[in-house]
């Protein structure tokens, strides 16, 4: 490093937030201790244990470099790329170097280019750590040619010119032996052109310089969808997802094309996923819950109450306990047999909706089934009168009605639920159907 170099270095680390995330207690004082004579002293070092610790340390110091061990036991040092992106759009200026004690990891390291600046494999001496981590730092402040170009071609990017950032893409190509980032941005910048079978083969190509190349993987996610790929889509997602903590956009990209393909083998590590998230969006809770629904009502027409049990319960915690779909878990129980089951799930609705249409729609699905069939049908009434209307409330009625011989009732009834629901309009005509050829 010369001597102006170092001075840069300096300047780059000013008034910058530095974060050390390691177990181990003696390599965190080594490394915050290095790190503090490089840094100038406006620069604040800060320290961790876990991924949960380095998270709430993140919140309140906002750190632009992370060094942080690999494996944190409750998490990968991954997580922590998306939250870095959060605070410091600008990959120049931030910096996140992950160590690890383990070579298997480091392909998934390095596939992780970009978001990651770089690894050093533990044990490691500290001379060999202070000269890895100056590189790194000068790197960021005089980047090299292959670099430098990627960045031209980021910026032309931001300014639309689309035509000049596939240029420096191109140039970058021929200054790395392994140039996988600049198909990704070729990609990108082909993408956005609307060439999406050329973005398609540029991503490709990165995949086939880096095996498992994130931001390619993402790319060609992104592209198959555009062209109808959504399999493709679904399966590179699903592959991601074992190596990478996946974003809640992405997350929720692959829970939806999952239910798409009718495949729930996932949901297990989608749901773990999104308990790791420092932040749920409104419509990731709905996608999962939805798929979760889906995933219990499977469990009990496989005769498997106990797996759809705890689809349901999983469920009501994500939608932080939506009365909506707390009926819909009631209403699958009830149809596959499950009473016992629904009467439980009943108790979870929260006291702020025991008013609520759902949850008086509920409370007669359960209950229908033990009491008398005239006390049924005088309940059912009843909540019409009131002005309590749900498509189950009518099914119930209608059937029970029929059962006990009064089909002009029963018949107008279904009238009335068809001009509610008409999209439930077979459901009611086959419950008269059936009535009738019984009474027949």
Excluded: W
């Excluded at 430098?148 to 032996?177: D, P, V």
């Excluded at 059962?403 to 005509?429: C, K, T, W």
């Amino acid at each position: 490093m010369s001597p102006d170099t170092i001075g840069l270095v300096e300047e780059y680390l000013k008034g910058k937030s530095i974060l050390v995330v390691d177990p181990s207690m003696q390599f965190r004082s080594i490394v915050a201790r290095f790190m503090s004579t490089l840094a100038s002293s406006s620069s604040k070092i800060v320290t961790a244990t876990s991924l949960l610790t380095a998270k709430r340390a993140m919140q309140v110091n906002q750190p632009r470099i992370i060094i942080s061990d690999f494996n944190l036991h409750d998490g990968s040092a991954l997580e922590m790329a998306e939250l870095l992106q959060r605070y410091e759009p600008n990959a120049q200026n931030r910096a996140l170097i992950i160590l690890s004690a383990h070579s298997d990891e480091t392909s998934i390291i390095e596939a992780a280019e970009e978001d990651v600046d770089g690894y050093l494999l533990k044990p490691v001496s500290l001379d060999t750590m202070k000269m890895y981590f100056r590189k790194i730092l000068e790197r960021k402040v005089a980047p090299d040619e292959y670099q430098s170009l990627i960045n031209t071609g980021k910026n032309a990017m931001g300014l639309n010119e689309l035509e000049a950032a596939l240029k420096a893409f191109e140039r970058a190509k021929e200054k790395a032996q392994r140039p996988a980032l600049a198909y990704y941005y070729s990609g990108e910048a082909l993408r956005r052109m609307r060439d999406f079978d050329g973005a398609q083969t540029n991503y490709q190509t990165g995949l086939s310089i880096r095996t498992n190349h994130y931001k390619c993987m993402m790319g060609l996610v992104d592209v198959s969808i555009v062209k109808g790929e959504d399999l493709a889509a679904y399966e590179l997602l699903r592959l991601a997802s074992h190596i990478f903590p996946l974003s809640a956009d992405r997350l929720q990209q692959a829970i939806e094309l999952s239910m798409e393909h009718g495949s729930t083998t996932e949901l297990d590590a989608f749901y773990k996923r999104y308990t790791n998230l420092e932040e749920r969006p409104k419509r990731l809770e709905e996608a999962l819950s939805l798929a979760l629904l889906k995933r219990g009502s499977q469990m009990l027409k496989e005769n498997n109450p106990e797996s759809a049990v705890s689809c349901f319960t999983r469920m009501i915690s994500v939608s932080q306990k939506d009365p909506i779909l707390i009926k819909k878990i009631i209403s699958h129980c009830i149809r596959h047999g499950a009473t016992d089951e629904a009467q439980d799930f009943l108790s979870t609705f929260s006291v702020d909706h025991l008013g609520s249409t759902e949850y008086q729609a509920a409370h007669y699905l359960v209950f229908d089934s033990v009491m008398p069939l005239g006390k049924s049908i005088e309940t059912g009434r009843k909540l019409i009168q009131k002005e309590i209307y749900d498509p189950d409330i009518y099914r119930v009625l209608i059937q029970r009605t029929a059962e006990a011989g009064f089909h002009d009732s029963a018949e107008h009834l279904a009238n009335q639920a068809i001009s509610r629901y008409p999209e439930s309009r077979e459901v009611y005509q086959k419950l008269l159907l059936i009535k009738k050829k019984k009474a027949a």
